[in-house]
């Protein structure tokens, strides 16, 4: 009887840490969504892929930054970054400091998925 009781504790103890375990990990994850962020940019300047390199490089060396496209044809800069590591103004400044005029965010409505 007393195995039991000590069963049944040791039990419960184990429950409640692995619950305790699985609500830190729903939060990391909850943080790591909300620290993903997507820019799409407005860019006035470019006219030849020369130009979408040369953007995908300079905001590419970003800290943060995780992945850009451009698209000369559409005018559009795609940023994927982490929001704690850097934020739209340091990407705006690195494509303003490449040569381009950067005018605005776009919406994702107004955004066209298609971008090489």
Request: contains cysteine; aromatic residues 4%.
């Amino acid at each position: 009887m007393k195995n039991l009781l000590l069963f049944t504790i040791l039990a419960l103890l184990s429950f409640s840490c692995a619950q305790k375990q699985a609500s830190k990990t729903d939060e990391k994850v909850q943080a790591v969504a909300v620290a993903n962020k997507t820019a799409n940019i407005d860019v006035e300047g470019m006219t030849c892929t020369g130009c979408e390199n040369t953007i995908k490089d300079a905001v590419g060396t970003i800290a943060g930054v995780t992945e850009v496209t451009a698209s000369h044809l559409e005018g559009l800069t795609i940023v994927k970054y982490d929001s704690t590591k850097t934020d739209f103004k340091a990407i705006s400044d690195a494509i303003t400091n490449a040569g381009y005029t950067v005018k605005g965010e776009k919406t994702p409505a107004t955004a066209k998925p298609s971008v090489n």
